[in-house]
């Protein structure tokens, strides 16, 4: 057969009009808002009848630590939520919606792939039902007004040194990422030094993202800390008068969108925080809601689990009340050959050795979500290029430390190629082996969460920071806000704040160059190295390859 992208399977799906995908889950057709004829959102007064049904179980996918070998977290959450629909069970799909920065950038796409995508895929990796562009008019609208508020008298007396809501595009664009505003006269207001972060980073998408009605997202959004007086009191959204009209842009934004997968099963797509430097999961109104309506819910969180997992556990879980079931750890032979020191050309060399040497990457990822209470499942996504020898190093490792590593074939086979996970999910979450908690207490003070998460988790030896970071965080634990979790901010690419430093290391350092309150969402961030909540985009990025054909197809996106 000949080999077909992922634009093309995508293209050739069979879909069901999105009426009977709601049907699948009990939704009628006169609660859902189509967008289109193949995706529509699901109804607030629908989704407020749900209270009080019982809930399903929840499944987490989770990774390894990404690497350019590729990982397929994605994909392999839509092929098992295909893979439990095939053995019989009710099942819906819960993921993050897609941003345009990465997609035009390095990415490409973020709708899974092979036979296990969500689609329409196109649609959903571009405008989608503009949910982006809400989340962004909405905070940008916030920051326009404390502008506009200085301009005309400042009747809050607004420090303008101490305005801390910057502004935000979904776009990568490191020339934003430190900019003057209201330069060239009396009549653009009062010169200040800011910047923009790329929409997934704002506050406002983690405000959504956490949810769980209307009434609620306009509470948040009220709490926001915009900035300071001069005697360092807060300032806050509401105290604009801004929260109001934030939450009328969002209303639309904050219905789950339905869409389904190439065999048909329903998946509810909704928010999108990244998750090395936000929160990394899908809304929660989107994941209770499918909870109560499927027996089975497969979501996932961004990146490796040492980021995505642990704030799905310690940010989401803490926040909404979620218990999981069961966790699935995706890995590949690629990317243990990277961790092992293989250079990304030598990959398809067999090379058992080097396999081992790298899985000491997965071990710590096992143990680590283990350590939350939960029962491990390894996914092994398969590569044609893996050797049978290859994918037994990677079964041995896993079951030295107790855990089964099963092969998928969902890429190439869909569904069919992953019932043995899903049987084995299965099992896992009804064996009630799940003794679900967060890492670390509410009442720890801010900087041992910090530490708590770098060590337990990181495995770093110390954590640094200098005293204004340490004072700052006393501060807002003085104001109230020392019962928040951490939401750590680093690079996704390693358990240290080095990129490069692959594998399984320990004893390193991670320092905490910055703080940020986000105290309509619920969490302090500490942004650790140099990550940064602006991306930039590569030297050759996605979108030079990006285009319509003759035909009038998107091609290159994926």
Known sequence: MAFRTDIEIARAAQKLPIQQIGMKLGIPAEDLVPYGHDKAKVGQAFIKGLEGRPDGKLILVTAINPTPAGEGKTTTTVGLGDGLNRIGKRAAICIREASLGPNFGMKGGAAGGGMAQIVPMEEMNLHFTGDFHAITSAHNLLSAMIDNHIYWGNDLDIDARRVVWRRVMDMNDRALRDTVVSLCGVSNGYPRQTGFDITVASEVMAILCLSRDLDDLQRRLGDIVIGYRRDKAPIHCRDLKADGAMTVLLKDAMQPNLVQTLENNPAFVHGGPFANIAHGCNSVIATTTALKLADYVVTEAGFGADLGAEKFFDIKCRKAG??????????????????????????????????????????????????????????????????????????????????????????????????????????????????????????????????????????????????????????????????????????????????????????????????????????????????????????????????????GQIEGLF
């Open 322 to 551: 979620l218990k999981p079931a069961a966790a699935v750890i995706v890995a590949t032979v690629r990317a243990m050959k990277m961790n092992g020191g293989v250079a990304k050309a030598d990959l398809g060399v067999e090379n058992v050795a080097v396999v081992q040497a790298g899985c000491p990457n997965l071990g710590r990822h096992i143990e680590n979500v283990k350590s939350f209470g939960l029962p491990v499942v390894v996914a092994i996504n398969h590569f044609h290029s893996d050797t049978e020898a290859e994918v037994q190093a990677v079964k041995d490792y896993a079951a030295g430390l107790g855990v089964e590593a099963i092969l998928c074939r969902h890429w190439a086979e869909g569904s069919a190629g992953i019932t043995d996970l899903a049987q084995k999910v299965v099992a896992l979450a009804e064996s009630g082996q799940a003794d679900f908690a967060p890492l670390y207490p509410d009442a720890m003070p801010l900087f041992d969460k910090i530490e708590t998460v770098a060590k337990r988790i990181y495995h770093a030896g110390e954590v640094t920071a200098d005293k204004a970071i340490r004072d700052q965080l006393a501060a807002w634990e003085e104001a109230g806000y020392g019962d928040l979790p951490v939401c750590m901010a680093k690079t996704q690419y390693s358990f240290s704040t080095d990129p490069s430093l692959r594998g399984a290391p320990s004893g390193h350092v991670v320092p905490v160059r910055e703080v940020r309150l986000s105290a309509g969402a619920g969490f302090i961030v500490a942004i650790c190295g140099e990550i940064m909540t602006m991306p930039g985009l590569p030297r050759v990025p996605s979108a030079e390859t990006i285009r319509l054909n003759a035909a």
